[in-house]
């Protein structure tokens, strides 16, 4: 089956720096990820989809400034949190649909961010 | 605007006894219907879609269009089916995703 990674499962930074968050489609090409966070004992909130040599588009209510999303290639989108603060700490998840299997989302296992 | 509700967030069953996750959404057009489920330190992977009216690891869903409803079902619960279960919906052609809060169902010995 299709197989979607993430980098790195776990980071810790300090408030005011940036993270990248890789996400990887690495044995299929994905034109469309998506970006969920999910809180604690919550579920999963979409919070943009990734569109490959185009703008990402965020759902409302999501800093697009904050959260920026770079989808350069088939097979890699990032996720930059950028001036991080506490509140962003958070699990995201990625996801990538894969064309071959009717569109069906791949789910990445997800990065857990702490920001100090 | 798209919904989805999981009323229970806890369900505890035991081996062999017959499980219902209940799932109701609310959409204006037509939707279509998938579980989810993540096991104990593992990613969320799909477990079943209504247009494909498979059954998976002894799970089925039907959509209920009526109902609004789209339960998982399975006859004989198996200890390897505690996980996290959660039922989301996709309308239109962005292929979005909006996710239940999820149940976690826990089968006893």
């Known amino acids: 089956g299709a197989v979607v990674s993430q980098h790195p499962s776990r980071v810790i930074c300090k408030s005011g720096t940036s993270v990248k968050i890789e996400c990887r489609s690495l044995?299929?090409?994905?034109?469309?990820m998506f970006w969920y966070r999910q809180f604690p004992k919550q579920s999963l909130m979409l919070m943009a989809t990734?569109?490959?040599?185009?703008?990402?588009?965020?759902e409302q209510g999501v800093e697009k400034d904050k959260f920026l999303i770079n989808h350069a290639s088939l097979t890699l989108s990032t996720l930059t949190v950028t001036s991080a603060h506490p509140e962003d700490s958070s699990f995201y998840i990625c996801?990538?649909?894969?064309?071959?299997?009717?569109?069906?989302?791949?789910f990445g296992p997800g990065t857990r961010l702490t920001v100090t | 605007a798209q919904r989805v509700t999981q009323p229970e967030k806890l369900l505890s069953v035991f081996k062999g006894a017959p499980v219902e996750l209940k799932c109701n959404y609310s959409?204006?057009?037509?939707?279509?219907l998938f579980w989810y489920v993540q096991y104990s330190r593992q990613r969320l992977q799909l477990l079943l879609r209504?247009?494909s009216r498979e059954s998976i690891k002894g799970f089925t869903a039907d959509l209920n269009k009526g109902e609004t409803s789209f339960h998982l079902k399975k006859p004989f619960a198996q200890e390897e089916d505690s996980a996290m279960y959660y039922c989301?919906?996709?309308?239109?052609?962005?292929?979005?995703?909006?996710f239940g809060k999820g149940t976690l169902l826990t089968v006893n010995p």
């Open positions: 044995d299929f090409q994905a034109t469309t």
């Open positions: 989301a919906l996709s309308g239109g052609s962005n292929y979005k995703l909006t």
């Open positions: 990734s569109n490959e040599g185009s703008k990402a588009t965020y």
């Open positions: 209504h247009i």
């Open positions: 996801s990538a649909m894969d064309p071959r299997n009717s569109y069906e989302q791949y």
């Open positions: 959409y204006s057009g037509s939707p279509e």
